[in-house]
């Protein structure tokens, strides 16, 4: 894959600029190809664009936006640190681009989250429904119960399913998985065939057995959620796109029920 990404040096002027992820080593390696201009991005040391001052909290994060020609505070109002590194790398573009960093931090405000990318939903009970079905992998799948971790609520619950193309470690990865839930979620929910191994994993590392449910599809993980879901509840959806897990959100949210931001949320 960094050798993919480092086809982009074929087609980039003298001129221009390599925006580089200072955290991956594998393309902060291709950096010693390019005799030009780079800017790195990340939390790593010696990167020129990163943050400092971060607060997270379940309606966001707060921080402060370094680079090389200044900083500026910048509210999210999307929750995860995931978000956060995301926000780090469109702010290096831009910056590239001839942006400022008072620019990257106004831009700020006006992020939300994609459909199924991280949405926020109600459940007719009150519970919050956190929609990141959109796709799914192992580290994405650890920064999403990072963020459920962030979620106000008296009770976590993932709904975890099959990620799917991991080739022949699939069955470790999805253990691995179950194992990073502990600490995170209070009840897991697992999805498909592969899901299970969710479940195995959560239990030998300590996650009580008896707030590990399995359903075969998300209908079936929708039904089951009819049953369970109460007031107070903050309820996390990941699955990579084949398993279609949005079906299940669909299913227990109403009609209209989509918030733009749990940072918008109204609070009685």
Known sequence: MARANGEILDGLKPNGVFVINADDERIEGLATAWSGRALRFGHAAGADVTVEDVVLDENGSSLRLRTPSGSAKARLPVPGLHQVANYLAASAVALA???????????????AAAPHRGEFRRHASG????????????????AALDTLKLLAGTRKIAVLGDML????????WHRETGKYAVGRADRLVCVGKR?????EGAIEAGFPSADVSAARDPDEAAALLETLLAPGDAVLFKASRGVGLDRAVAKLAGAGNRESGIGNRRRG
């Open 97 to 111: 681009a001839g942006a400022s960093p008072e620019d990257c931090a106004a831009a700020a405000g006006a992020l």
């Open 127 to 142: 519970a919050l429904l956190y929609d990141d079905a959109y796709n799914a992998s192992p580290p994405s799948m650890r």
């Open 165 to 172: 193309e991991l080739g022949p470690e699939e069955r470790w």
């Open 195 to 199: 899901a299970a191994a969710i479940g």
